[in-house]
């Protein structure tokens, strides 16, 4: 596949066309960023274990029924995938009280939900990203009330897939971030990534935080969490 024009940058890939319009190259960076942009960093290798650990995980999921936008690994940090139009809200899943959830609602760290918590985020850093219900999804024309109710659907399926997976790797999957959007045709699908940049992965037995938390919180060893995701997950994939 012929990398063609550089259609968009972002703070963790460049997504080129390809000689078809419907299919599109993702390659992913080492560069980091942390609360919208205001600290900035490089983390060695994190492009090449995103991408991989992100294809692994669309495997799997596809496996289980969950439609995503991916093609086909093409190198160690490169993959082809379907164009989308973006649906500009992020899902977020949760599991155990950590980050903005735990500041917010006063909970204490590392609570387990009886239940798995979904929210959406507007994609906006102008705005700073903020949390939306379904009514402010729809009066802004973000998705239609048929898109929210899939898109949840699917994150809390994407929810238990993952979780299984990470239990076995010997990790708890703290809370995650995913986005949607539309393939040429309308088909709803998965899209963006799923990593150690968009996901809270703790150590089953320690608590140890094996993710982007690393960098944000400046915990050092940030290279090595990294790996270890990828070692693990590659021992159970």
């Excluded at 649906?87 to 949760?94: C, D, K, Q």
């Excluded at 950590?98 to 204490?108: F, V």
């Excluded at 915990?219 to 994939?237: D, K, P, S, T, W």
Aim: aromatic letters at 8%; charged letters at 30%.
């Amino acid at each position: 596949m012929v990398r063609g024009e550089l259609l968009y940058e972002g703070k963790a890939k460049r997504v080129y066309q390809t000689e078809r319009d419907d299919v599109l190259l993702v390659s992913y960076k080492d560069d980091a960023t942390a609360f919208n942009g205001q600290k900035r960093g490089t983390i060695v290798g994190k492009g090449a274990i995103n991408n991989q650990l992100s294809n692994a995980f669309f495997r799997q999921l596809e496996a289980s029924g969950v439609p995503t936008h991916w093609l086909e690994a093409v190198g160690e940090r490169e993959t082809l995938v379907r164009r989308l139009t973006m649906l500009p809200i992020e899902v977020v899943v949760r599991n155990v009280a950590a980050g903005s959830l735990a500041s917010r609602l006063g909970l204490e760290e590392g609570g387990r939900f009886p239940r798995p918590v979904v929210e959406l985020y507007y994609k906006r850093d102008d705005l700073g990203d903020p949390l939306i219900n379904d009514d402010h999804a729809l009066v802004l024309g973000l998705a239609t009330a048929e898109e929210l109710a899939a898109v949840k659907q699917m994150a809390l399926q994407v929810n238990e897939v993952l979780q299984g997976l990470l239990e076995r790797a010997g990790m708890l999957l703290v809370d995650f971030k995913l986005e949607f959007g539309r393939t040429v045709d309308g088909q709803l699908v998965l899209g963006d990534e799923i990593s150690p940049d968009t996901c809270r992965f703790w150590d089953l037995a320690t608590g140890e935080r094996l993710d982007k938390d690393r960098f944000r919180r400046d915990l050092g060893r940030v290279e090595e969490a990294y790996q270890e995701v990828f070692r693990r997950i590659q021992e159970v994939v």
